[in-house]
């Protein structure tokens, strides 16, 4: 390359304008993107991030406004050109083909832009295996022909997570978009994916990684963008703005990382949890849960954490043990006998095992309850049904012009916010909140807390699932911390600061 085209940018956005009905989401947005140069693209929830990524990566297209690659002028992308100019995008949902081996989609980029968009009915096998050996082992996964040959749909979320961005290095793409790419990942996974970027950018790739953890962020470095309400509020060196300023930018106004957690739980014990064991995930997990307590669970991947969410939830129910529920022993063998029991469960995964996407809020809303909206002919009460859901909305800051609407329709934070008050509709005893934060912007985040809060001073107990130490420490009573299956250890959250808890999960892990 001469040092002219050296000079030039790799991409800029010059006054990009995007509007959907009643939405105007991006507004006049330019910015310029250098070769070898990390950018973290940060903003709420509906701030005009995803729909940036898409007009980048030829989803879809403006409205007003270029797009220049390399110095050449483009009005607009299909995803074909976008791949041939040398944009990978890894998308939250990750877009792997799950029938497909691992190998399979490491090569697919690179096979629909060799052939125009088709795959081929044959992969150039031996070349495929070396392509995808040296990918893989670039983001600290097996490299060998059986991992190779897994299928994606037996593998786990994060290692999933890993395959998506593997496929990027493969396709030896010149700009990488990383929409949200370590939701899923373990603190050591995390640490590996820092050091792949630090690969990429040392040989020239411009990275656009979209994130919600300041933390990794910082750890990164590079340049900050920040979006709201669709308009470009600041471009720069990350270690120019302090966490609190980028908040503030984000938002458009102050939030503050003192506790959310005030006032103490009640002494009544609401569910008894003795012994409980599934074989091969948890063993002998005892613990109380007391009224209006919240509770937070925490460990590593392997931990044994996110079964145990599962178990308690009639999803994957314990093999022995005992529950003990206000008193009574309880079985738990279906997600039914959870909801019968009144123990909701707001899981991890919210777009596959959470949410109707493409049915009304409304809809989302009542589902626990449909049985109780039924009148005496077996009809749903559509009176009730609408009343309930709007009172839900209202309660829980939803930001919605109509329960008509699709909750696809929503960003992040509001999903969440719906899949919280299809729970809340059956006067729960217990809440089971597995990573309600995950893919959350900050605002969006102090609204959920808040409503946490609101919910214990109620008298639910609530169990909090989470790796994301500083939500548990503004959050939660206790901690427990588990490794291999098992309680490890019991803290006061208010006797921690993150360090402290950073330190012990990391020797636990030990």
């Known amino acids: 390359m001469?040092?002219?085209?050296?000079?030039?940018?790799?991409?800029?956005?010059?006054?990009v304008h995007k509007r959907f009905t009643g939405?105007?989401?991006?507004?006049?947005?330019?910015?310029?993107?250098?070769?070898?140069?990390?950018?973290h693209l940060l903003g709420e929830n509906g701030c005009g991030k995803s729909t940036l990524i898409k007009i980048i990566s030829g989803a879809q297209p403006p409205d007003e406004g270029e797009l220049v690659i390399e110095g050449v002028r483009h009005a607009r992308l299909s995803a074909l050109e976008s791949l041939a100019a040398g944009i990978e995008t890894v998308y939250q949902d990750l877009s792997l083909l799950p029938n497909m081996s691992v190998a399979e989609n490491v090569?697919?980029?690179?096979e629909l832009a060799e052939h125009n968009g088709r795959l081929t009915r044959t992969f150039d096998r031996r070349a495929l295996a070396n392509t995808a050996a040296r990918a893989l082992t670039s983001v600290g996964l097996p490299g060998d022909p059986t991992f190779q040959a897994t299928l994606v749909e037996q593998l786990p979320l994060a290692t999933r997570q890993l395959v998506a961005i593997a496929r990027a290095i493969a396709s030896e793409a010149k700009f990488v978009i990383m929409d949200e790419p370590t939701t899923s990942l373990t603190q050591k996974e995390v640490d590996n994916l820092i050091a792949v970027l630090s690969n990429l950018r040392a040989h020239g790739v411009t990275v656009l990684f979209v994130s919600h953890k300041l933390d990794e962020c910082y750890a990164i470095g590079g340049e900050v963008i920040v979006l709201r309400d669709g308009q470009t509020m600041a471009q720069g060196p990350i270690t120019n703005y302090t966490k609190a300023q980028?908040?503030?930018?984000?938002?458009?106004?102050?939030?503050?990382?003192?506790?959310?957690?005030?006032?103490?739980?009640?002494?009544?014990v609401v569910l008894d949890v003795k012994g409980l064991t599934r074989n091969g995930q948890f063993a002998d997990v005892s613990f109380a849960l007391h009224r209006g307590e919240i509770l937070g669970v925490t460990g590593l991947l392997d931990s044994g954490r996110n079964e145990l969410a599962r178990a308690l939830a009639g999803v994957a129910p314990a093999q022995h043990g005992e529950i003990v529920l206000d008193g009574k022993h309880i079985a738990l063998r279906t997600p039914s006998d959870a909801k019968d029991h009144r123990i909701g469960y707001v899981p991890e995964d919210r777009l596959n095992e959470g949410?109707?996407?493409d049915k009304p809020i409304r809809d989302n809303v009542i589902t626990a309850m449909i049985s109780s909206l039924r009148d005496r002919f077996g009809q749903i009460d559509r009176a009730r049904a609408q009343a309930l859901a709007v009172e839900t909305v209202k309660e829980l800051q939803i930001a919605t012009p109509d329960v008509d609407k699709p909750v696809q329709s929503l960003s992040g934070g509001n999903q969440q916010r719906v899949l919280i008050g299809r729970w809340l509709a059956i006067d729960p005893r217990v809440l089971i909140l597995h990573g309600p934060t995950v893919g959350v912007d900050v605002g969006s985040k102090d609204i959920i807390y808040r409503i946490m809060q609101r919910l214990s001073q109620r008298g639910i107990g609530i169990i909090l699932i989470s790796d994301d130490l500083p939500e548990l420490l503004q959050n939660c009573d206790r901690i427990l911390m588990m490794k291999k299956g098992r309680v490890a250890n019991e803290y006061q959250a208010d006797q921690l600061n993150?360090?402290?808890?950073?330190?012990?999960?990391l020797s636990e892990a030990a």
């Open 23 to 39: 939405v105007h989401a991006l507004r006049g947005v330019s910015l310029s993107f250098e070769r070898g140069q990390i950018y």
């Open 355 to 357: 949410l109707f996407l």
């Open 107 to 110: 090569g697919l980029t690179s």
């Open 498 to 505: 993150e360090a402290d808890l950073y330190h012990a999960l």
């Open 2 to 15: 001469n040092s002219d085209a050296a000079s030039v940018p790799f991409l800029q956005v010059v006054g």
């Open 246 to 268: 980028i908040s503030e930018l984000m938002t458009g106004r102050h939030l503050s990382s003192e506790r959310y957690r005030e006032g103490a739980y009640g002494e009544e």
